[in-house]
Structures are given as structure tokens and as C-alpha cells.
């Protein structure tokens, strides 16, 4: 099945929260659209993931969809192509490991679970919706890298080898053994001349060596710290650094699968515009476009 898929998100408070999913071809065509699914009520807490807004990923086999919701409480549904029957998971966020949460042999994801605002624990999860709590050592408490490193991994170094989820910075290293329901968070020394700097993702061209990363350090000003962030290529071959944005805005880099292109996403504040850019492994933007709220 060749399809993107969108979700409808509605937030009510007095009625509840629902969401409904709806399937396009690659044209753009209506193919699908499921009932309407009433989600769990929200708790009275703020939002515990800081913005309202859905994650969609296919199964493996293409007859179930992962919706990821980060509202207040976090959800997650395994949604069922073939039953139109959604499957909630209370208090849990899927977390993507190189842009998707699922093991490539597609037994099941990973998901971070919280309890009232904090980062509770992870766990592995199966089509089928059977938890299995996942060991973390030593227990992430801090709401600074390592939590965010648990719940957004795709906004850091991250991969999937074999059953193992891999993320790292210059900071710190997290690895999740999903066979042997093991995690283990590791603080590394920064290699940065400035200790400041945090290298918190890159990736580097199978073809050219050069790579691509993303730099977050502070400014300091009479009127207080500013946190930017850094797109740069390093070309190791010249021995030199190219800057293509420096601001206030989170980035995230996705790879394209032949290594030959990266995709830049910018989120955060109003201005400038977010936007993707596409750089090849020269350093040349080859695509820009600003992306609609």
C-alpha cells in the first residue's frame, strides 16, 4: 500500500479529546478515513510534552498504523487498517530511533511512559498492545539531554542495530537492548574545543566524508542567555566549517535512505519562518520551503 497518512486531532474540554485518521495516495487522493476514536480524559496538568500535535507511522506489514498524540496525558494508538479499531496506550509517547520507533524486524517499538509531569520509565511494546517494562540504568530523573535524548531521539545522533536502539552526543550515550529489556544512559566527555558546545546530532556522507551537524551553545548578553542552535558542515578533506543557520530554532536532521541527501527540519519560535531545507554531500542547499502552520 502506497499511501501518506494525516490525523485530525480535536481537543475539548468539556466534550474530550478525539482523533480520526485519514488515508491519502501519493496524488492525494481521499482512500480512507477511520471513525472518530474518543482518547482518554486529560488530566488536569499542563501539557506534559509542551505542544498538542500527532506522529503517524506504518507498520511493518502496512495493516497498522502507530499514532503517536502528545497531549495531556501522552497517548499512544495501534490503529488497525483492516478493523477501523484503534488500540490506546495511556501515558506513553513512542519514541523514533532514526525516524521510526518500530525494530526493523518490526516486532514492536519502544515508549517512554510518564507520570504526572515527569519521565516515568520505557517500555517494549508488540502490535498486539502487551507491555513489557524495560530496565533503565541508572534512572533518568533530570529533565535536561538525557530525558529529551529518551523522548525525541530523532532530534540526536540515533539508529537501529539489530534489537539494540542507539542515540548519542557529545555528551552522552543511550542504549536500549529490546530483547533483553535493558537500557543503559552513559554521560561521555565533550570533544568540542568549547565546552559549551553541544554536538547534539550528525551524520556524515558515505561519499564525501563530510559531515553534517548540529551545534546547540549559549550566548551569553547583559539581558540574559540565549540557547542557539547551529547547522554546519565540517569538511575534514579542506579543514574547514561551513555555517548555513544560526538561531534560536530546534533542528533536526533526516537523512535520505542512499546517504546522498539530508533533509533539515526547523521548529521553535515565530520568526524567522520554520522551515526543511535539503543539503547534499557538496554542502549545497538544493531545496528550501517554509513550512505552513
Known sequence: MRCEIAARLTLDQDKGDSVQ??????NGKSKKQSKVFSLPRSGKGSNRLGLDSTWMFWGPREDKILV?????PPRVGIYDTKTDELKILKDAFASAYAGRPARPDGKG????KWRDDSLDDISWVDWDGNEQPIAMKPKVVETGYKKDMLTWPYTFTSSWQGTKALVSSSRGRL?????????KVDSIS????????????????????????????????DRGDDHISRLEMLHPRQKGTQTFM???KLKALFPS????????????????????????QAGQVVAKMMVQD
Open 68 to 72: 503517536s498524540i502528545s497531549t495531556s
Open 246 to 248: 544560526d538561531n534560536d
Open 257 to 280: 535512505p542512499n546517504g546522498k541527501l539530508v533533509a533539515i527540519r526547523s521548529f521553535g519560535p515565530s520568526y524567522p519562518q520554520d522551515m526543511i531545507w535539503v543539503v547534499d
Open 175 to 183: 542504549e536500549i537492548d529490546t530483547d533483553q529489556l535493558i537500557a
Open 190 to 221: 565533550s570533544g568540542e574545543p568549547n565546552g559549551e558546545d553541544f554536538v547534539r546530532q550528525q551524520f556524515t556522507f558515505p561519499d564525501s566524508q563530510n559531515i553534517l551537524r548540529i551545534v546547540d551553545w549559549t550566548r551569553h548578553t
Open 21 to 26: 485518521l485519514l488515508i491519502y495516495d501519493l
Open 109 to 112: 517499538f519502544v515508549v517512554t
